[in-house]
């Protein structure tokens, strides 16, 4: 059958073809969740629980709690329907956080993995968003503990943080391309949130260190670029030169946007909020970051 006239039968629901169905209900699973694309979701997003979406939800739960408490007396009922209360949402995120802890949490490794719902089993699977849990503020300052004690030697680069580990990404091949969301490369998103979540567990001297790894990358590459702000780095190599996938926004000299990439942007503005005035003078003089914060 032509290309066209498979489609045409296929959008239109005359053909079953359960391989390709998986395919995109794989892909636009991996899509909706933000990490279009990586090797830890390709081709099994639909069957994950996977660990930033639950901690995303209940910082959400937890949020709501607060807010009706501390703005409402504890309850609000909106247009006569059902009284939403803090209580109710508190509920909310305590049972989530005991089925994390049941289904997605590794005792051995001490850390959060994604839940594969098909296989029942946990994807070892490193990668940066084993820091969310530490910025929902759902873990015990001793689980936070492990949690950086595992990760952070895996995910921790010259550049900030990669977005998973290399061994986790594992060997690149036709079979097995290169992800943009990935080993080596470093996102904006996972800066901040690693920050923060460090920070909330009073872990300063990391934060400190990494904040100042990436804003180090991001100037030296603005210097050296005519002021580029890209989307993503390869924290690796402390470099705009990404070209996995869909290349890098922002660095093609045939497209280089005056106002910098979104995120990017912001997190040098967070980052830059969150180090004391003496770190910003010597990164400002482009000290390397071993020179100002030594591991």
């Known amino acids: 059958m032509p290309k066209d006239e498979f489609e045409k039968a296929y959008r239109a629901g005359r053909l079953s073809v359960p391989d390709l169905d998986a395919y995109f209900e794989h892909d636009r699973s991996m899509r909706e969740s933000g990490h279009d694309t990586s090797n830890r979701l390709e081709g099994c997003a639909a069957d994950l629980v996977t660990v930033d979406l639950n901690a995303l939800l209940y910082k959400i739960e937890t949020d709501c709690a607060d807010i009706l408490h501390g703005e409402f007396a504890d309850t609000l009922r909106i247009d006569g329907g059902t009284p939403e209360t803090s209580a109710a949402w508190k509920g909310k995120a305590t049972l989530r956080r005991e089925r994390m802890m049941r289904y997605l949490w590794n005792e051995r490794h001490g850390a959060f993995f994604d839940y594969d719902v098909t296989h029942r089993s946990q994807r070892r699977y490193v990668c940066a968003t084993a820091f969310y849990p530490l910025w929902a503020g759902m873990v015990s300052r001793a689980e936070a503990d492990r949690i950086v004690s595992f990760a952070l030697p895996l995910l921790e680069q010259p550049g900030g943080i990669a977005a998973c580990d290399e061994q986790s990404r594992g060997p690149i091949s036709p079979d097995h391309p290169q992800r943009q969301w990935d080993y080596p490369f470093g996102w904006a998103p996972h800066q901040i949130i690693t920050w923060q979540g460090l920070l909330r567990y009073g872990r300063d001297a990391d934060a400190q260190r ?38 890098n926004v922002g660095t093609a000299f045939a497209y280089i946007t005056r106002e910098g990439f979104g995120w990017t942007n912001a997190s040098y503005q967070i980052g830059c909020s969150l180090l004391p005035p003496a770190i910003l003078e010597r990164l400002n003089d482009l000290c390397p970051p071993a020179w100002i914060v030594p591991e």
């Open 210 to 247: 990494l904040i100042t790894k990436w804003l180090f990358m991001m100037t030296l590459n603005a210097v050296q670029f005519q002021g580029t702000i890209p989307e993503k780095f390869d924290v690796v190599r402390q470099s705009h030169e990404v070209y996995a996938e869909y290349g």
